[in-house]
């Protein structure tokens, strides 16, 4: 069973900061970009940031400076830095898979004083 296990949500300050981690067993998503969205209800879901099997990346308007895509093939697990958070960045992120278009169950994270 081909799984995406996300981990590091939580509740946060404005400002402060969060890493996110998608790991899986599968050993061919190392090979096949990856992506961090996130979806707040009432709004459509929002594709956050990509990466390729090379690194190269992609951001959103809305996060660009201020979050970080990242993998590690070896491990197979793709991060997501996430610094300079706003409230507006409160959301459940996922982690999906461009090969099989597989998703992670979700971590939330909330930003809020």
């Known amino acids: 069973q081909v799984q995406l296990v996300e981990s590091g949500g939580g509740l946060v300050q404005p400002g402060g900061s969060l890493r996110l981690s998608c790991a899986t067993s599968v050993i061919i998503f190392s090979l096949y970009p990856m992506d961090w969205y996130r979806h707040t209800p009432g709004k459509q879901r929002e594709l956050v940031a990509s990466i390729t099997r090379g690194g190269s990346t992609n951001y959103a308007e809305s996060v660009k400076g201020r979050f970080t895509i990242s993998r590690d093939n070896a491990k197979n697990t793709v991060y997501l830095q996430m610094n300079s958070l706003k409230p507006e960045d409160t959301a459940v992120y996922y982690c999906?898979?461009?090969?099989?278009?597989?998703w992670g169950q979700g971590t939330q994270v909330t930003v809020s004083s």
């Open positions: 999906h898979s461009q090969w099989g278009n597989y």
